[in-house]
């Protein structure tokens, strides 16, 4: 397998390419590492491939907020310029500026 690069960036808001819930990045894992349970949950037609990058996100949607685990094929950027509503966000970022969160000092992924 080649290497890969990450093409979004911790603090980066995205939205889901299929669901409608978007979310800021806090961790980046350079290929799948969750449990073969969660990827064969699901369904086959829209399972990604193990090889890319998968995000961890603070996530949201019209009805909560939670931590969604996507991979990259599955991301685009989010164009809205407008901060996430994760009650979570504020703990490991320190501020919202153009667009983008800055990581709070002294929070490590």
């Known amino acids: 397998m080649d290497a890969r690069f990450a093409k979004f960036n911790i603090g980066q808001v995205v939205k889901h390419r299929l669901f409608p819930f978007?979310?800021?990045i806090f961790d980046v894992d350079p290929e799948f590492s969750n449990t073969e349970?969660?990827?064969?949950s699901i369904?086959?037609?829209?399972r990604p491939r193990?090889?890319?990058?998968?995000?961890?996100?603070?996530?949201?949607?019209?009805?909560?907020a939670y931590v969604a685990y996507v991979s990259e094929?599955?991301?685009?950027?989010?164009?809205s310029g407008e901060p996430v509503g994760?009650?979570?966000a504020s703990e490991m970022f320190e501020g919202f500026e153009?667009?983008?969160?800055?990581?709070?000092?002294?929070?490590?992924?």
Request: no cysteine; charged share 25%; proline share 8%.
């Open 86 to 88: 994760h009650p979570n």
């Open 22 to 24: 978007r979310g800021v």
């Open 98 to 109: 153009q667009g983008h969160y800055v990581l709070r000092q002294g929070v490590r992924q």
């Open 73 to 79: 094929q599955n991301l685009l950027p989010d164009e």
């Open 37 to 40: 349970e969660w990827w064969t």
């Open 43 to 46: 369904p086959e037609d829209i």
């Open 50 to 64: 193990k090889d890319q990058p998968f995000y961890h996100l603070l996530a949201e949607n019209d009805q909560s």
